[in-house]
């Protein structure tokens, strides 16, 4: 009885041996995608002042926090108004007001900033972060301007 057992046993096992094959689809780790998550846009301010009659500029310094595999980033602001540097997670936008060109801010204005992450499978998500551009105008010295005679 014994022996019949173990040769049950060593058939069963040689019949496994024989009519298994690997299976080459098995997924790895590499395979296997991370969601796509976009838990936060930044900017280290969001508040600027602009004076009247000048050339100023802002820059503000914006970072996101996403996981996920392959991101690309893709940045915009509001009509186009000023320039990004940097590239990725972490980037600054630049406006520059120039009273000469039109279109120069005359008064307090938000812009909305918008960072688009698209992963390797085209998932893709967005944000947006406001910065507001306070306007002032430029302080007169009017002491200098008195005629005293």
Not at 73 to 96: L, M
Not at 123 to 128: A, G, H, P, V
Request: aromatic residues 10%; positive net charge; hydrophobic residues 40%.
């Amino acid at each position: 009885m014994k022996t019949k057992i173990k040769f049950l046993l060593l058939a069963l096992g040689l019949s496994f041996f024989i009519f298994c094959k690997k299976d080459n689809n098995v997924l790895v780790d590499s395979d296997i995608n991370t969601p796509l998550t976009f838990t936060s846009l930044v900017a280290k301010d969001s508040v600027f002042t602009i004076a009247n009659a000048s050339t100023d500029s802002i820059t503000a310094e914006l970072t996101v926090t996403a996981t996920g595999d392959g991101l690309n980033y893709t940045w915009s602001c509001t009509d186009g108004w000023g320039t990004f540097a940097g590239s990725g997670n972490k980037v600054t936008w630049t406006y520059i007001n120039d009273s000469k060109v039109e279109g120069a801010l005359c008064h307090p204005r938000i812009f909305k900033i918008t960072c688009i992450i698209t992963d390797k499978n085209n998932n893709s998500l967005s944000k947006d972060v406001s910065v507001y551009v306070q306007y002032v105008a430029k302080k007169i010295n009017y002491s200098s301007i008195i005629n005293t005679n």
